[in-house]
């Protein structure tokens, strides 16, 4: 139960593609490599962050470090982000454009548009799996994460993918295991 709810988190933090039949293609065929799917995590990081926050202040009251320390992590993450947006940017559309297909151009040379469109996916995704009572464990696990840089939680989270998906070809689960519309290359999960 406990790592359905991280690969949820993953997943829904992750939520890059358009359609589930998108998303299966891209699972099949196409593996990016670990800097790729950290640089896309992080990029993801500033509307995970603040969904978490809104979702769970109401909950942990006003003393919680989300509450009290939340927005400038937010902040501190978004401006990270920016400096991996060129590479999530370049990550996302070797997805969208495999087989033929093609988003348009101006998410190459405008990322703020594919920006604003994947925190839109992202933020209601994410609120609908966070539940009341995993509030307190993320609150203490992003004080835990808080005086490390960004790429320290997009690498976590990459990781957490890794062994999320790895437990799930043990369980015997359908397919590769993954929720993920992508997957990490072998080569680069070492």
């Known amino acids: 139960m406990k790592r ?3 690969t949820a988190a993953v997943a829904a933090w992750a939520a890059l593609a ?3 039949a ?3 293609q891209a699972t099949q065929a196409q593996c990016l490599s670990r800097t ?4 896309i995590a992080l990029l993801l990081a500033p509307a995970a962050l603040s969904t978490a926050r809104q979702t769970c202040t109401p909950v942990l009251g006003e003393t919680s470090f989300l509450a009290t320390r939340g927005e400038a ?3 501190r993450y978004r401006e990270a982000a920016q400096l991996r ?3 999530a940017v370049r990550a996302i559309l070797s997805i969208a454009n495999k087989d033929g297909e093609t988003i348009p151009a101006q998410f190459a040379s405008q990322p703020e548009i594919l920006t604003t469109m994947l925190d839109a996916l992202v933020a209601p995704a994410l609120a609908q799996e966070i539940k009341p009572e995993v509030c307190a464990p ?3 696990a992003l004080r835990l994460l808080e005086p490390l840089p960004a ?3 997009a690498g976590i989270t990459v990781m957490l993918a890794e062994l999320g998906l790895a437990q799930a070809n043990r369980d015997g689960e359908e397919g590769d295991g993954s929720p993920l519309p992508f997957r990490i290359c072998p080569a680069a999960a070492g």
């Open 4 to 6: 359905k709810g991280i």
């Open 18 to 20: 358009a359609t589930s």
């Open 22 to 24: 998108h998303a299966q």
């Open 36 to 39: 790729d799917v950290e640089s």
């Open 73 to 75: 992590m937010v902040q």
């Open 85 to 87: 947006t060129p590479d």
């Open 138 to 140: 993320l609150d203490r």
């Open 151 to 153: 790429e320290n939680l």
